[in-house]
């Protein structure tokens, strides 16, 4: 699981796109998750922001489609 994050999947996630599980928990330090799992658009962009270009440092061939495609299928509750 991710450290700021005890609901993320970090193996599902990091499997998925392409990087390593400590690479996906490093880039995902900086990103504050929303407690009710109901960020707004701005909360979303501003962790986007932050995630996408240091997995992409990882990663380069990771879209931001495919990062949106491997956050929905690896949420606990389902997509968002």
Do not use: W, Y
């Not at 998925?16 to 900086?30: A, K, Y």
């Not at 998750?33 to 061939?61: F, V, W």
């Amino acid at each position: 699981m991710a450290d700021n994050d005890p609901n993320r999947d970090v193996a599902c996630v990091s499997r998925q796109i392409g990087v390593s599980d400590e690479e996906f928990r490093t880039c995902f330090l900086p990103v504050m998750p929303d407690a009710d799992h109901r960020p707004d658009g701005e909360t979303q962009r501003a962790n986007k922001a932050k995630l996408l270009p240091c997995l992409q440092k990882a990663n380069p061939d990771l879209t931001n489609d495919a990062l949106d495609a491997a956050m929905d299928a690896c949420r606990p509750e389902g997509p968002n």
